[in-house]
């Protein structure tokens, strides 16, 4: 009996093509001459004291969740300091650094340089935000909370 032929999930395309766009928004803006020297201090992981959280696009929220399941996680855990990044492990460093989203990238650390200039990253925001809006997402969500949701959507 021949094994039966895959159907392609269309959806799953998708997916995959969304995860593969915002890959390579990542590596262009790594390869940009923007001088940043990220020393990983996590003070920018400490939203109660920074008042700044992280936006997620959908498409962002998809390629986070991926890597915190790919850290053996079904679920966001608990900060390990009130008001820190869910992602933050007790160590201080991040689950998902490889993947982290990009306002962790173009963050606003004076230790590793200071924010981005809006106009050095517009055209890799616009890129963000289009695909935002082909996967159907609803603009850019709080960390925790798009995050939470997409990993309770992944069961």
Request: hydrophobic fraction near 35%.
């Amino acid at each position: 009996m021949k094994p039966r032929a895959r159907i392609p999930n269309p959806y799953e395309a998708e997916r995959r093509a969304a995860l593969e766009e915002v890959r390579a928004i990542y590596r262009e803006l790594e390869s940009r001459p923007i001088q940043r020297n990220c020393t990983r201090l996590t003070e920018c992981c400490q939203f109660k004291l920074t008042g700044r959280t992280p936006q997620l696009t959908k498409g962002e929220t998809l390629l986070a969740a991926k890597a915190v399941r790919g850290a053996g996680r079904k679920a966001l855990p608990e900060p390990p300091l009130a008001g820190a990044c869910p992602l933050l492990k007790q160590d201080g460093k991040c689950t998902i650094y490889q993947d982290r989203p990009f306002g962790c990238r173009t963050h606003f650390c004076a230790a590793a340089g200071g924010p981005y200039d809006r106009p050095q990253v517009l055209d890799l925001i616009r890129r963000l935000e289009a695909l935002d809006t082909r996967l159907g997402g609803s603009g850019p969500r709080a960390l925790p909370v798009a995050l939470a949701e997409e990993l309770r959507a992944m069961h």
